[in-house]
């Protein structure tokens, strides 16, 4: 049986991902655009490969021990990173 309950804020109704985590990613793509240095791109890839890899093989298998059923019922219904177009409620 579970400890904790998960509940889920506004922000992560949507989408699993953090949202905190998208500017990384997006600034090294724009800064690859503007100045037009290639190597910016691979700087904003690899900025977002290491945080898949943190959130697939870390983060995720942790909140689903923390929370069991709950947070397995909520990763079958919210993406992980492209976001619903209707947030999500719970049961």
Known sequence: MCAHRWQPSAARSSSRSRPARWPGCGRGGG???LPARPVLFGYGAGAWALMWAFTRWYE??????????QYTR????VPGWFPRLVPWHGE
């Open 31 to 33: 800064q690859g655009l």
């Open 60 to 69: 995720e298998p942790a909140l689903a021990d923390r929370f069991g059923p």
């Open 74 to 77: 909520y990763r079958g219904a």
